[in-house]
């Protein structure tokens, strides 16, 4: 018979092997995860309360949040810097080098191990040159529980100068092109100027920069993190990858100069297309895998117009919008539909076709004030209250949801708290 004290130290020996194998990054088992949500619990933190990060929209559109959902992981960015937070809000800083200013929201990108974030970077002077400012990547380490780091950076300076607070940076997509190879696609922009260029995540080096284009959406039939998309199809064309955004002739223009929306090829930055020439206050986001919609006026007329382009840059159709002055914001759900909303309308597209698939108000119900949508999900609001409805019929998913998140996941949503210092409120998923 074994002795009770050989049999007590290998019940201790296993124990201390299991808890090694656990790594030093290893974190608690996740919640279930609602794919999509559509109910929501009380909030379990607050963010951001009380920062100098502005949390408002113009003229009362909504918010675009310096916040990414990673799982149960949220990465923010707060004060020109980057954090990571849990659930409950607790928060650790990423350490940066000095002279960077973080203003958008991070983007994870699993399959590299990374978290991607654009800061607008201070340039040196020397001698009689004066100091000015690049477009930097900054690659940071996607950890859960260890401390993230910058792991590497890659910039280019910007062929103007600016305040460097006054720079609106994003990582506006991740694609995969050539032969696998991850290209990230950074935008900057201001009042009067605005750039792109692109990295390979692979060499880690800046593939190009186009001076007086804002990127919008990078399309390679992909979701937004160069992940492949079941049943999506890569668009044509070389290496399949097409950066799309609006132009002003290099050197500046505000938002209300006539521009033109332009396709880049994502590895070189040769045009490969110029659609609504001439046309103003343009905006430029991802409607599908393979698509953007293209919001603005047309030269000529006050009335805004809403048209959906191909990755080659060929129309998918167009949106009558009335006597409307503004293009509504648009949201892909990062499946297959294509959610717009303006002051006084809500309404669906497919992502693949352009087709209308719904409208409100219609029928006795109100348009609901679009907050974000994900997986077929339509998140908003109602003088009711906050509601869920479904993307693909219009129909009232859940009308008391308990939040309108602006990002949401599977784990959790993200939204604006309420008073002067009411910072982001953090809401677990619930069902």
Known sequence: MASPFRVVGLLVLIAVLLAGCSGGDAAPAPPPAHDPPTAFGPPSGTLLRGSSTTLTGAYGAAPELPVALDGTTIWVADSGGVARADSSASTTAV??????????????????????????????????????????????????????????????????????????????????????????????????????????????????????????????????????????????????ATVVGAAVPAGGGSGYSPSSVVGLDVLSGARRFVADDGSTALTVTRSGPSGVVVGGRRPGNAQAFLSVLAADGTPRGDVALGTASSAPRCVWDEADVTVCSGPNRTFALDADSATLLWSLPAAGRVPPQLTTAWHGAVYGTTVNGPVVVDART???????????????????GVGTGSGLLGGLVVTPATG
């Open 394 to 412: 219009g129909r009232d998913r859940n009308p008391a949801p308990g939040a309108a998140p602006l990002v949401v996941d599977g784990y959790l």
């Open 95 to 240: 350490p940066l080098p000095p002279g960077r200013w973080v203003a958008g929201a991070p983007r994870p990108v699993p399959g590299a191990g990374l978290v991607l974030a654009a800061s607008a970077t201070t340039v040196p002077g020397s001698g009689t040159t004066p100091p000015g400012l690049a477009l930097e990547l900054l690659a940071v380490t996607r950890t859960v529980t260890g401390d993230p780091a910058v792991a590497w950076t890659a910039a280019a300076p910007l062929p103007w100068v600016e305040g460097q607070r006054s720079v609106r940076t994003a990582v506006v997509g991740v694609a995969a092109a050539g032969d696998g190879h991850r290209v990230a696609v950074l935008s900057a922009t201001t009042s009067t100027h605005r750039a792109s260029l692109a990295v390979d995540l692979d060499t880690r080096r800046v593939l190009w920069v186009a001076d007086g284009v804002a990127a919008g959406a990078v399309l390679d039939g992909r979701a937004p993190d160069g992940e492949p998309l079941p049943g999506a199809v890569v668009p044509p064309g070389s290496q399949g």
